[in-house]
């Protein structure tokens, strides 16, 4: 805990890099996720195949995911935010499509029958009441993410990851106690906002 005290500043200005990079991560990977999961609601049969290809890509081991993503695109930032956004396909797409399915049929039979168009019944139906189901796979993901996110720093990305990482390489325990307590932080943090977001949507 002496580097967290003596360096506040570094940490904070690490913990902000953090934070930034999965929060872009996440609203990218929630741009696929949506249309993806509304177009899968359509179909049992693709939706069943593309959540087992995304389960499967889940349970690649993040490090040897990330080795692969370092040949291809080289280091920095760019595999741990192509990695990011691909381990949260799975959780938010399979969110997106039970938000979907639990629409109310009823609502949806209205809509169609003032004449909506599909997109329409999708933003101004399916999706406010899908949105609590939503918002619960992306504080999921985003918890999920920050960890993940940490790996940054073994690919020159910056973060957090830099400071644990830093802290193996010189075997400086407080370095990566710092860094390890920040990360905690922030992803209770960001499940605080996102489960507050998540009533909110609930409530209306």
């Known amino acids: 805990m002496n580097y967290l005290i003596e360096h506040p500043a570094r940490v904070a200005l690490l ?33 069943r195949a593309v959540l087992a290809l995304l389960g499967a890509l889940y349970t690649v081991p993040s490090l040897a995911l990330l080795a692969l993503l370092v040949q291809a ?16 396909q799975f959780v938010l ?13 009823g609502q949806r039979d ?27 796979g992306v504080r999921i993901a985003g918890v999920a993410m920050i960890a993940l996110a940490t790996l940054g720093g073994y690919v020159g990305a910056g973060g ?12 400086h325990t407080d370095e990566i106690v710092a860094g390890s307590v920040a990360v905690c932080a922030l992803a209770i943090a960001l499940d605080a906002a996102l489960r507050l977001a998540e009533r909110l949507a609930r409530a209306h």
Do not use: K, W
């Open 110 to 136: 209205a809509a169609i029958g003032v004449g909506m168009s599909p997109l329409q019944r999708a933003l101004r139906v399916e999706l406010p009441q899908a949105l609590p189901i939503v918002i619960g």
């Open 93 to 105: 797409v399979r969110n997106v499509l039970a938000g979907v399915h639990a629409v109310d049929p």
């Open 15 to 47: 913990a902000g890099a953090h934070l930034a990079l999965v929060a872009a991560a996440l609203a990218c990977a929630l741009a696929i996720a949506l249309p993806v999961g509304f177009a899968l609601a359509r179909s049992e049969r693709a939706s």
């Open 73 to 88: 695109l080289g280091l920095g930032p760019a595999p741990i935010f192509v990695a990011l956004v691909a381990y949260a």
């Open 160 to 171: 957090l990851g830099s400071l644990i990482f830093m802290g193996f390489t010189l075997h």
